[in-house]
């Protein structure tokens, strides 16, 4: 993979930040977006931009191929059987919620089991809270092994015939780790259970086939996928999306409307009411051609790379503490330096024109098993090299310096 070359079509890589050159390690919040992207979302506006699905005109039936044409990308792009499946959302978070409040709330009533893990995000992890209070639903755990991986073991003795769901998300945005869902989602359905698969942080890094995992539904977003921001989609197996009932109604998601009744369109667009991320989805069908075109085993590997690398060169490091396992993770490492708070450390980073990602990252309850408040994350993508890694180890070293730490 030509990283270089790859980094000339990212405008704004090309920039300082503080007098330093921008080095940006925090594509697990938001990758950044090639000229390609910026260029179709630019040239919608200026040349197509139209209503969807509901004008004969000439402007409107170019804007329906394209946003229609970004869905059937979508679907080749994560091996979906059908277009039909894949529904456009905001980004993750409103498609994990579609399948909270369609799907979880009228199959699980009282002593009906939620299967989760102490990993999730905050977005896999409350709308189903949600649902637990509503329907009356217990949530379980499938417990961490001390690096914060997941035994199988533990998946079997977690589910059971009363778990109607597991949420499970494919890859930690803490911790790196990626988790064995096609081996879960097995458990999962032995048990008769359904599986949802939060894909915030596997989609822009590696080939995922929803079908050969075998998972009931996916949850992705755009813009950590070299996409633009607010849009997102959600992959449900067919059978399941026909059987749940839209939770957004107006225009657009209907069929027929009479003043008392109304019927819905099919799929997709049933899901879909109201005027759509037009531009969100020409924007991210421009991203799946970026991405294809250089390829996901390639990206896949240059990212556990550079993972792997920052791992190594983070253990020089004395009082340096990496949460998660040191081998095998993909895109990140999340780490924290004596007593140094997490928050300095990315101020101090960003002087250096070094821009890391400092909190809890929306996984709060992880945190508390990690017994920290906060850590400080350097996340990579395919723009990313050695030499930032590089960069980013001597400005933690005048962190350290900064901050009075002794440099072994």
């Not at 007098?19 to 919040?29: C, F, I, R, T």
């Not at 199988?152 to 499970?168: F, N, P, S, Y």
């Not at 109604?249 to 099919?266: A, C, N, P, Q, R």
């Not at 550079?306 to 190594?312: D, F, I, N, S, T």
Request: charged share 20%; glycine share 8%.
């Amino acid at each position: 993979m030509n990283t270089s070359a790859i980094r000339e079509q990212f405008p704004i890589l090309h920039q300082q930040v503080n007098g330093h050159p921008l080095v940006y390690l925090d594509s697990a919040a938001t990758s950044q977006k090639p000229i390609s992207v910026i260029n179709a979302v630019k040239a919608y506006y200026e040349l197509d931009n139209a209503n969807v699905h509901r004008g004969v005109h000439t402007l409107g039936s170019r804007a329906t191929d394209a946003y229609e044409g970004a869905r059937a990308k979508l679907a080749r792009f994560i091996g979906a059987k059908s277009e039909q499946e894949i529904i456009f959302t905001r980004g993750t978070t409103t498609a994990i919620n579609l399948v909270a409040s369609s799907y979880a709330r009228s199959i699980c009533g009282e002593g009906d089991e939620i299967v989760l893990t102490p990993m999730e995000h905050h977005s896999n992890l409350i709308p189903w809270q949600q649902v637990a209070k509503a329907t009356g639903a217990t949530l379980k755990y499938i417990p961490l092994q001390p690096d914060g991986t997941i035994s199988l073991a533990d998946v079997e003795q977690t589910i059971t015939g009363r778990t109607k769901l597991v949420a499970v998300v494919y890859v930690s945005n803490v911790l790196g780790v990626i988790n064995p869902v096609k081996e879960i989602a097995a458990i999962a359905h032995k048990h008769g259970a359904k599986i949802l698969v939060d894909g915030a942080q596997s989609t822009p890094h590696m080939k995922v086939n929803v079908q050969e995992l075998d998972i009931d539904f996916y949850a992705l977003s755009g813009h950590k996928m070299c996409g633009p921001t607010g849009i997102g989609a959600l992959y449900g197996k067919k059978s399941l999306l026909e059987s749940m009932e839209p939770i957004e109604f107006g225009g657009e998601m209907i069929d027929h409307v009479d003043l008392y009744e109304s019927t819905w369109k099919e799929l997709p667009w049933k899901f879909e009411g109201g005027t759509p991320i037009i531009a969100g989805a020409v924007g991210l069908g421009a991203a799946i051609d970026f991405l294809n075109e250089i390829g996901l085993d390639e990206i896949d590997r240059h990212d556990r790379r550079l993972a792997a690398y920052a791992v190594e060169r983070f253990k020089e490091i004395p009082d340096l503490h990496i949460y998660g396992p040191l081998e095998g993770r993909t895109g990140l490492v999340t780490f924290n330096i004596g007593d140094i708070h997490p928050h300095d450390v990315a101020t101090v980073l960003d002087a250096e024109g070094i821009a890391v990602r400092a909190g809890h990252h929306c996984c709060q309850p992880l945190m508390r098993w990690l017994q920290v408040t906060a850590t400080a994350r350097a996340s990579f993508y395919l723009y990313n090299t050695e030499d930032d890694i590089d960069r980013l180890v001597d400005a933690i070293q005048k962190t350290k310096e900064y901050f009075g730490h002794a440099i072994g």
